[in-house]
């Protein structure tokens, strides 16, 4: 996002494992025994798109490492495969920050690219809700008879109208803050990574990294609770790491 010297990048990069580790070990709310929500992925995010995308690598793999080594996963054996979809996580912000910058496409081509995005994640619902017969959350289970399997989806959907909605208001109070501070990433940015982040890695490689590492068999026993969280994940990360970034840049600015 802005030039930071080699003392300063090895500073912060150390100071969000230190952040992302307690976030994603300590600060976190257990949705079902295999799926937690908690702030580590808007610190990721955050911390790829200000420090790039080696940082982020970084980040990610030594905050799994030395988490598992603090407090491992539910005791489970160690699986390199989630420590490298961590990494790769980390990388993937700075990395579409990069292809913006090179880029320099509009809002619009953002945004329609969003709203595909977040039609795979009602279709992924839809899907899941016309196959499953429950699924269990918070330690309850939930059985889908037909009224959900209509209800469900078409809340989905409004839902995903109306973050599209917010993503839209939000880009438009930071217009001004934009041309204050040039590096500042939109929300449209922002929210797009945050859903590449949700679809690629939350809901697909991440889901199959812990089925190989917990040797779950349904699909549908992790998708699910994950999609569930990803719902609550897209405003939420994308206003903190939104309002992150600005902050971020203040400060820089403020020491100049």
Known sequence: MFKLSVLQRMTLTALMIAFYMVATRFIMVPVTPYVRLSAGVAILIFSSILLGPISGAVIGVAGDLIGIAISPYLGMAYNPFMTISYGL????????????????????IYSILFFILLGVIVIS????????????????????????RIVVPIIATILMGLFGLFTYLLNKRFKKRREEYPNLPSPYQV??????IEVVFTLFINVFCKMWLMEIKNFE??????????FIYLPAN??????????????????E
Do not use: C, Q, W
């Open 125 to 148: 619902l839809t899907v899941y809700m016309s196959t499953a017969n429950e699924v269990e959350l918070f330690n309850h289970v939930f059985k889908f008879n037909l009224a959900a």
């Open 221 to 230: 026993l992790i998708f699910f609770p994950s999609l569930f969280i990803a």
């Open 191 to 196: 929210s797009f990574i945050v859903v590449v």
């Open 89 to 108: 996580m980390g990388a993937t912000p700075g990395l579409i920050m990069m292809l913006f910058r090179k880029i320099k496409a509009k809002d619009l």
């Open 238 to 255: 994308t206003l903190i790491v939104t309002y992150l970034s600005l902050l971020a840049i203040k400060v820089v600015r403020t020491r």
